[in-house]
């Protein structure tokens, strides 16, 4: 894509500053329709050092309103971004419906001076292209504008501009040993981001390769590419049906093929082999999150099940034993008005576990697939395109060393009815039964095709559903304690053998 750019153009002050200011105009006033419509949008700033990024992104907000914009400098990962995997740190910034963030360097940096910084492989490059696009395409499809600019400049340019900065004591701080490094490296560094370029221009979020010798054409080059993409994205959202489809049944996996139908709800265990293994248990858990811990291993349990299936009951004995300052357990409930403000993934980003720790969900993102789906809070496009964006986000947390376990507390109806009833007339536990249980459970033929096609469509090698078969909870309490057991000692035996 570079070697085709005409690096040569420029703009005369006159047809600049005439230019600049009837697109000033048209940005201001596209800002205030993009708030009111709630689209979200944000503006990436890519290229050489010395390219101008500073300046543009200085003019490029002059027109804004500043109450709906903020700017991100992307640095060096701090200590605790190191301590998660590489997208945790983007996820955390992305705007809300209606605010536009720009970013100076942003989630490039890794396949571009990461990529040679870190001598990073073939494949843990092509696998950053994918998390990427991944990210991009989840954004977008869900509303978000991303308009992605690499401002480019020639190698002599570069230097002439770092020899300039040099030469006032005011501004000779900015140029580093590193920047002088990258710029006898201009060769390498012109295929690496030629190649990103390439893999990573796609039809919903496209790169603008600006040539950045002149300020005053790429300025306007700048400004006119976000007024085109805002008001494209503007019309389309103005046109757009906001309809919400109903629940629509599309032929879930029946009989004794579907994972739920699978599971021996006869299984149990007697209360004094529960109490005796269950110490063993937890005695072991405690050593091996000690052990993870100091091996930087991060882990995150997922519970789902029926209402009263156990799933707080399993918690409860996972934690008991172990260090509170290694865990944090995380109810999930219905989002809030902010978190609806975001991609329905970005809460569960923003809580996922730092190197060590473990990161318990009681409910998860698999809501989008099952209580959305069915009570209609979601389009079926939005739930049917949920299981590809589940498992890509499964795969980036594998990939990036998390444990991942996902468990489902199966019981039969009736095993639901006792212990609905066995609530209502206790008083200390009553609390825990509402009329919307009782509701959902009226539901129950609705959710049962929806959670064996969850199951069948998101169970993976690397991040797998567990049924775990509940009508007895000492039974069930006992496999997701053996289960996480087994995980933790898997992984950290292929640990040592690496050593």
């Known amino acids: 894509m570079l070697e085709n750019i005409d690096l040569s153009k420029t703009l005369k002050k006159k047809e ?12 201001a006033a596209l800002q205030r329709q993009a708030r009111e419509l709630k689209i979200p949008v944000m503006v990436v700033f890519e290229g050489w050092g010395a390219s101008g990024k500073g300046r543009l992104i200085n003019r490029m907000i002059q027109p804004l309103d500043p109450r709906g914009f903020k700017v991100h400098s992307i640095q060096k990962a701090t200590q605790e971004e190191e301590l998660h995997p590489y997208m945790w740190r983007f996820w955390n910034k992305i705007p809300s419906r209606g ?53 480019h400049i020639s190698k002599g340019e570069q230097k002439r501009r770092f020899e300039k900065l040099e030469s006032s004591p005011e501004t000779k701080w900015r140029v580093t040993r590193e920047d002088w490094k990258h710029n006898k490296q201009y060769d390498e560094y012109f295929s690496i981001c030629d190649e990103m370029l390439v893999n990573t221009d796609t039809e919903y979020a496209p790169w603008h390769v600006v040539e950045a010798e002149d300020d005053g054409y790429a300025a306007a080059r700048i400004l006119d590419c976000l007024v085109r993409s805002l008001r494209s994205r503007i019309q389309q959202e ?33 209360k004094d082999k529960y109490k ?102 979601c389009t079926r496009a939005e739930w049917q395109r949920a299981y590809r964006e589940i498992n890509e986000m499964e795969e980036q947390l594998t990939e990036a060393g998390v444990i991942v376990l996902k468990f489902w507390i199966q019981i039969d109806k009736d095993e639901q009815e006792r212990r609905f009833r066995a609530r209502q007339e ?34 993976t090698a690397k991040a797998p559903w567990i049924v775990v078969e509940g009508n007895s909870k000492y039974y069930a309490r006992l496999k997701v304690l053996k289960t996480v057991v087994e995980a933790l000692e898997k ?9």
């Open 99 to 151: 605010r536009m963030y720009i970013f100076d360097r942003s989630w490039y940096t890794r396949v571009m001076r990461e990529r040679v910084d870190r001598n990073m492989t073939r494949e843990q490059v092509v696998c950053a292209f994918n998390e990427i696009n991944s990210f991009e395409r989840m954004l977008t499809v869900d509303g978000m504008l991303i308009i992605k600019f690499f401002l």
């Open 276 to 377: 005796e293994t269950l110490k063993e248990y937890q005695k072991k858990l405690a050593l091996l999150q000690s052990r993870i811990y100091q091996a930087k291993i991060p882990m995150v349990l997922g519970f789902e099940g029926w209402d009263a299936a156990g799933k707080g009951g399993a918690i409860k004995r996972l934690t008991e034993c172990m260090d509170p300052r290694g865990y944090e357990v995380v109810p999930t409930a219905s989002p809030n008005d902010y978190e609806k403000a975001h991609h329905y993934l970005w809460r569960f980003w923003t809580k996922m576990p730092q190197a060590g720790h473990i990161a318990i969900f009681d409910r998860t993102w698999y809501g989008r697939v099952m209580v959305e789906r069915v009570e209609g809070f």
């Open 238 to 270: 103005t046109e757009r049906e906001k309809q919400a489809e109903p629940y629509i049944q599309t032929a879930p996996p029946s009989g004794s093929s579907s994972p739920l139908a699978k599971a021996d709800l006869s299984k149990d265990v007697k």
């Open 426 to 459: 206790n008083p200390e536990k009553s609390w825990k039964i509402t009329e919307e249980d009782w509701r959902n459970r009226a539901k129950w033929d609705e959710y049962e095709p929806a959670v064996n096609e969850m199951i069948m469509k998101t169970s």
């Open 16 to 27: 600049g500053k005439e230019l600049l200011e009837k697109l000033d105009t048209e940005v």
């Open 491 to 499: 992984r950290l035996g292929k640990e040592t053998k690496q050593k």
